[in-house]
């Protein structure tokens, strides 16, 4: 298991070394490991992404003025964030689940053995509409790795008292903990849509709901010590100073500590963001690196591509991840959650179970920093246009419990702005920022023959993933085209955990680097329920900065590899295209002025 305690890291670099990425900074070394942390000049990228194939209003709050709040990012990135167009027609938004109709979570064990649980909350019959209260000064969530004595002292009372609290109180632990399981195991069902599951994650409500969640798992945990300004530490995992389980939480004395995780991931092991296998912890850390500069700049062509694809109501469940939830999020998730010893990985590495470990919330608090960061502080040329204000979305319902134990009704519309929730996050240099994987050696090409691991072929779809595949695709125009690779009709079986990486033209068959330019994106899922055990799901990767960084002048095809780090079946690819990133769809016509 990769350490950090091998790891010898220069000074983490200053904010003011990381640059917007239309510059032309260099990457800022972090290691001193030549092969993988040398810098590498970054070049402008104005392109995108392409396979053969089978089978209302947005919510703007109170202006604020966000020049002060660096985040490490040493400077001020225009939050130009301009109306986007719905990806689709409208129907209706998800409505808020019905909390009298609540059925138990089903969840199905490494044996297959399918085990029913009653995540429901308590009902009082009582529901108000939430209203955000006024917030003169933003709270600021501090790095887990760098609390003081005292606020660990203050946080772990806080979650002691929480677990104290009876087990009928909503606000109690458990009760806290069996929210996240009924709305993403199976729990409630789409009202006014028979049994269709309702289900918060793979779409376009991942990153609302938990940021709901975690507002008022806060607010009650600050209720419990009479703080009002207590604050949930996130884990910086995107950084290498925080890519191992932050201290706090292991202690076995401890309100924090929970006896459900891997023992093989407890420190110094190193985050392995990839799940390649590698025990050298200078490749962890840069492949880790290497996947945030992906799923945070490189590999995304709207803001469907990073939020998740639209979940209307009447939608199945699972239509689609963006690049933070089915990247980092759900590696995290893997890489806590004990599938060795437990027998449904819990408690991170289920949906149903996740929420019963503390650092569930910690983990979520960083993973909602991600979307902070996203919308507001990282370069805008790359997605100019970062909201979506098709109203199927910013109406959609929530339901949970506040402070005072009153069931409140929420709306993905006033969440949209972590400062007028009233909480920032604390600043931590984002070594990722600049972390773009060096070119290809310009000689180099690809061989599209027979490799050591797979062959090139014309490919039947639908495959299995349970083995490294390769398929060799057509290009919509010679050369560095502006295109978008599609993975469609992947059906999975969703009671496993489920992974595999995506390469265009790599240059060899070392699976363990991720830290190179022909790495495009991952797919990944965490266990949990739906009906028939399976769901049927698509990615789009952004192909513009890849090509980029390769020598792809003269070809009018490409190689790509799909690397399953799952083992055995549960993958099946339906079909892979390439195809011509489209035009974003112009800005809705302002209304007319009205006839004098």
Known sequence: MASLHQVLPAAAPSSSSLRSSSSTATRPVVFAKPSHFLTHAKRNHHRRLISCSSSSSSNDGSKVDRRNMLLGLGGMYGAANLLSTPDSASANPIQAPQIDKCGNSTYDT??????????CPPFTGSIIDYKLPNFPKPKVRPSAHRLSPEYLFKFNTAVDRMRRLPKDDPRSFMQQANIHCAYCNGGYDQPGQGTLDLQVHNGWLFFPFHRWYLYFYERILGKLIGDPTFALPFWNWDNPKGMTIPSAFIDPKSALY?????????????????????????????????????????????????MGKAYREGTPVNPGPGSSERGSHTAIHAFVGDYKNQPAGEDMGNFYSAGRDPLFYSHHSNVDRMWTLWQFFLPSNKIPDKKITDPDFLNTAFLFYDENAQLVKVTVKDCLDNLRMGYEYERVDLPWLDYRPPAQAASAKVTRSGKTTAKVEDTVFPIVLDKIVRVLLQKTKKGKADELLVIENIVVDTSKFLKFDVFVNDEDDNVTDIDKASYAGTYAQVP?????????????LKLTDVYEDMDVTDDDTILVTLVPRHEGPGVTIGGIKIIANPPPAPAPAPPAAPAS
């Open 258 to 306: 929970d006896a459900k995780r891997n023992p093989d991931n407890m420190p110094p092991a190193v985050v392995d963001l990839g799940f390649t296998g590698s025990t050298d912890p200078l490749q962890v850390v840069s492949n880790n690196l290497t996947i945030m500069y992906t799923e945070m700049v490189r590999g995304n062509s709207d803001v469907y591509d990073f």
């Open 110 to 119: 490494s044996a297959g053995v399918a085990t029913q649980i009653n995540c």
């Open 528 to 540: 949990h329920k739906t009906k028939e055990k399976t769901a049927t799901t698509s990615i789009r």
